[in-house]
């Protein structure tokens, strides 16, 4: 192995790091999405066992919308982190086999961006959700203080 084909193959390498720093980003990602289920989870729960009250539906509906906002963002960063994934093995495949995979590595990457992005959107959809809800709760109970 010269020189050459060793710099060629440590900067493919260095190359891959980018990703590989995405990757972390989006895992971290999907372990906070992961937590705001099972808290979407604990809540249905403790709703279903409750006798029906004016709320309890409504709620229920407001946690199934926060539940499909997150199975999308979940969804959405998995298929980004399995586009990054496609990018490194472009990367290191296109070096193998030559220089025609540029184009699939400017898609698979992109495309790992946008659908982290698109997971981006709909978890701050559920945080939304989320957040009229805890504020309706409040105002029911102030309301039915007074």
């Known amino acids: 192995m010269n020189g050459d084909t060793l710099e060629a193959a440590a900067h493919v390498v260095q190359l891959a790091l980018t990703p590989v720093f995405f990757l972390s980003g989006i895992a971290a990602l999907l372990n906070v999405f992961a937590s705001r289920l099972g808290r979407v ?19 229920l509906r407001r946690l199934r919308l926060r539940s499909r906002a997150l199975d999308f963002a979940v969804v ?9 994934c496609s990018a490194v093995l472009v990367l290191f495949l296109g070096e193998l086999r030559g220089k025609g995979a540029a184009n699939l590595l ?18 701050v959809t559920e945080m939304l959700v989320a957040a009229v809800g805890v504020r309706q709760v409040v105002e029911h109970n102030v309301d039915a203080k007074v």
């Open 41 to 59: 989870a604990d809540q249905t729960d403790a709703l279903a066992r409750t006798t029906k009250d004016l709320g309890r539906d409504a709620r």
């Open 76 to 84: 959405l960063a998995a298929l980004g982190g399995a586009f990054t």
């Open 106 to 123: 400017y898609l698979f990457f992109g495309g790992g961006i946008v659908l982290t992005m698109g997971s981006l959107v709909a978890f």
